[in-house]
């Protein structure tokens, strides 16, 4: 079993900026990819940005230049610095891990979901 918590989000001021933590725990071998997803009210959950293991970084084209997604291996740890945050970006968001919890079973692993709000 896997567990995730993540942390961080909150409101800001449009402009301003945020960042979200998620730690990974449990049964884990090691860890595959990591990503962010968000959900705004009334719009399925998209993609905001993920992170290979070997580091490789791919970001929605919305978030590009603003956010910067990061992992630390050694603690099973992914951040998610937002910057220059706009009212659009105001959604729910969520940890998504790939964990390999024996050699060669994987597990996909959801975090609660942090609310994150830019007002204008």
């Given at each position: 079993q896997v567990q995730l918590v993540e942390s961080g989000g909150g409101l800001v001021q449009a402009g301003g900026s945020l960042r979200?933590?998620?730690?990974?725990?449990?049964?884990i071998f090691s860890i595959d990819r990591m990503g962010w997803y968000r959900q705004a009210p009334g719009k399925q959950r998209e993609l905001?940005?993920?992170i290979t293991s070997?580091?490789?970084t791919v970001y929605a084209d919305s978030v590009k230049g603003r956010?910067?997604?990061?992992?630390?291996?050694?603690?099973n740890m992914a951040y998610l610095q937002m910057n220059s945050?706009?009212?659009?970006?105001?959604?729910?968001?969520?940890?998504?891990?790939?964990?390999?919890?024996?050699?060669?079973?994987?597990?996909e692993v959801w975090g609660q979901g942090r609310l994150v709000t830019?007002?204008?």
């Open positions: 979200l933590s998620c730690a990974a725990s449990g049964s905001v940005a993920f070997d580091g490789s956010f910067t997604m990061s992992r630390d291996n050694a603690k945050l706009e009212p659009e970006d105001t959604a729910d968001y969520y940890c998504n891990v790939l964990v390999e919890t024996r050699p060669g079973r994987y597990l830019a007002s204008s």
